[in-house]
């Protein structure tokens, strides 16, 4: 659905196939914009403020639960696991926490402590991104945090110089607390 492989004559003649896959294209306050695969999307939710319901004992960057369609799903402050600034730190006042909601790809990494879903909340959802896969580059070792470094594929330069980071749902899921 989200992978198309496309054939690209080359000059000699030979045929090479390329992958495009689609990603949702987000921020995280100030600036920075990230992207993960939209075949590990389940939706994109605007969750009125206190309607997550806060769980104590768990990592800082556990919001909470969310109820969603009877089914509930851990609630992550994808820019606090990520190294950036916290949600509840950032200048911008919200009616509403906008979440994109994910499941892993790896169907090993479903438990019974985090569910099937999990939510990140996020400053902004933007697009729907077209990208090469073999143009998703792994960044050089200096380049990135710790924090980021487990949840990171790769990056990806568009043609008009914006680098988007590609993050990976499945890491998400193998970070949540275990049972």
Not at 24 to 49: G, Q, W, Y
Not at 88 to 107: E, F, G
Not at 149 to 167: H, S
Request: glycine content about 6%; hydrophobic content about 45%.
């Amino acid at each position: 659905m989200s992978e198309s492989p496309l054939s690209v004559a080359k000059p000699s003649s030979q045929t090479t196939t390329v992958f495009q896959q689609q990603f949702l294209k987000f921020v995280l306050l100030p600036d920075t914009n990230l992207m993960i695969s939209l075949s590990e999307i389940a939706a994109v939710l605007k969750i009125p403020l206190g309607q997550i319901i806060p769980i104590p004992e768990m990592p800082s960057w556990v919001i909470g639960v969310y109820n969603w369609r009877g089914q509930i799903i851990w609630m992550v402050d994808l820019g606090q696991l990520l190294g950036f600034t916290p949600w509840y730190q950032q200048s911008v006042i919200a009616s509403n926490h906008k979440a994109v909601v994910i499941h892993p790809s790896n169907q090993n990494l479903r438990n019974s402590a985090s569910g099937d879903l999990i939510g990140l909340i996020v400053s902004d959802v933007n697009d729907i991104e077209l990208c090469d896969t073999s143009d998703i580059h792994s960044p050089p070792a200096s380049a990135v945090t710790p924090e980021l470094a487990p949840f990171l594929r790769g990056y990806w330069i568009k043609n008009n110089g914006e680098i988007i980071v590609t993050v990976d749902a499945d890491a998400i899921f193998a970070a949540m607390p275990k049972e």
